[in-house]
Antibody
Framework: EVQLVQSGAEVKKPGESLKISCKTS????????IGWVRQMPGKGLEWMGI????????RYSPSFQGQVTISADKSISTAYLQWSSLKASDTAMYYC???????????WGQGTLVTVSS | QSALTQPASVSGSPGQSITISCTGT?????????VSWYQQHPGKAPKLMIY???NRPSGVSNRFSGSKSGNTASLTISGLQAEDEANYYC???????????FGGGTKLTVL
């Protein structure tokens, strides 16, 4: 069974750094893209970027390029999303999801709620 | 690039059929058969309901169907049930640097 398990909720202050994780199991991590999707409170889904763990090919939505960093560790089948300096506007639920090529997300993590507040 | 265009809300009575539209351009919906649909209940992660325009993943009810005409894709739910009440999002591959787009989402209310 394909599973994506995300790290727990985070409460941070503006300017702090953060790295959240998405641990996968049940399939060959290196051969599928993993993407990150943001959902701000009461709003819709926004695609942030994707990574192919096999060769670390990473692509970002223009809206998120330079704002976040996506990475992956093949040895532990885990993808990451990180910020170097959080803003209040980063408050949102973040989902990781396995992507079939560039076509669709077939399995999703449970989400990580990030709250940024002074 | 703008998100794909969906109606903000639709509604229907149990047993009825509804259709949610998703309008894009020739660079995304109209140019590729890579439209997918996701169902999201409040407080839950999205769930894939339709992929590649009209294919259903294993385990998804055959009451859900997808189609496309020109730059507009559609999700049809037949025999509406109370459990179908949720938000629905379309998504498409795009040839732009964005690589993929989501629609703004449609809230389905089962009356």
């Amino acid at each position: 069974e394909v599973q994506l398990v995300q790290s727990g909720a985070e409460v941070k202050k503006p300017g702090e750094s953060l790295k959240i994780s998405c641990k996968t199991s049940g399939y060959d991590f290196s051969t599928y893209w993993i993407g990150w999707v943001r959902q701000m409170p009461g709003k819709g889904l926004e695609w942030m970027g994707i990574i192919f763990p096999g060769d670390s090919d990473t692509r970002y939505s223009p809206s998120f390029q330079g704002q976040v960093t996506i990475s992956a560790d093949k040895s532990i089948s885990t993808a990451y999303l990180q910020w170097s300096s959080l803003k209040a506007s980063d408050t949102a639920m973040y989902y990781c999801a396995r992507r079939l090529g560039l076509r669709y997300f077939d399995s999703w993590g449970q989400g990580t709620l990030v709250t940024v507040s002074s | 690039q703008s998100a794909l265009t969906q109606p903000a809300s639709v509604s229907g009575s149990p047993g009825q059929s509804i259709t949610i539209s998703c309008t894009g351009t020739t660079s995304d919906v109209g140019g590729y058969d890579y439209v997918s649909w996701y169902q999201q209940h409040p407080g839950k992660a999205p769930k894939l309901m339709i992929y590649d325009v009209s294919n259903r993943p294993s385990g998804v009810s055959n009451r859900f169907s997808g189609s496309k005409s020109g730059n507009t894709a559609s999700l049809t739910i037949s025999g509406l049930q109370a459990e179908d009440e949720a938000n629905y999002y379309c998504s498409s591959y795009t040839s732009s640097s964005t690589h993929m787009l989501f629609g703004g989402g449609t809230k389905l209310t089962v009356l």
